[in-house]
């Protein structure tokens, strides 16, 4: 049976679950959250495996970019990632690794930049299935209104990521 292992990582805004599986990240989400539990589960019907808790190389590299993120050192990943979802979930979600730091997209930018523009509540679907959080940054994307809606990790937490991004690149643009 595959085996997929599992950290933990405590980041400002939350304790994540980390884990990943043949040298890939498949899991950055909000621990004790019932996201993160459906995202276990799907994890573990798809890929036929088990969790074991153990450090691999890649975990502890996004452990470390994690920090440097957190620090304000770094605004791109370059953890290889295996995220588990359908070919739209993917679509949306290879939109969001395009929305560049600091900067956020509404649903509807989404579904457009996807090419479905009347789908925005299969995106948002697409987006609350993201298991990778932060590195698929789904806390940039925002109500048309420009309203905070769901995320993960709590809309506190979504907050604090946005803050910190755009604090970040105001200070660091000459």
């Not at 088990?50 to 370059?78: C, H, I, M, N, P």
């Not at 937490?157 to 000459?174: G, I, Q, S, V």
Request: aromatic share 8%; with cysteine; proline share 5%.
């Amino acid at each position: 049976m595959p085996l997929i292992s599992i950290q933990y990582y405590n980041s400002p805004c939350g304790k994540l679950v980390l884990a990943s599986m043949a040298g890939e990240l498949c899991l950055c989400d909000w621990n004790a959250n019932p996201c993160a539990e459906r995202n276990l589960h799907r994890l573990t019907e798809s890929m036929g495996a088990s969790f074991k808790t153990e450090a691999t190389s890649v975990l502890e590299e996004t452990k470390k970019q994690l920090d440097e993120y957190f620090a304000g050192r770094r605004q791109t990943f370059d953890i290889p990632l295996r995220p588990i979802g359908t070919d739209f979930q993917h679509r949306v979600w290879s939109a969001l690794l395009r929305i560049p730091y600091g900067e956020t997209r509404s649903y509807k930018d989404i579904a457009q930049t996807v090419g479905r523009p009347q789908a925005v509540r299969a995106v948002a679907g697409a987006i609350g299935a993201n298991g990778i959080s932060i590195l698929i940054p789904c806390h940039r994307v925002i109500g048309s209104n420009h309203s905070l809606t769901g995320f993960a990790g709590g809309l506190e937490a979504k907050r604090m990521l946005l803050e910190m991004e755009h604090r970040r690149l105001t200070f660091d643009t000459p």
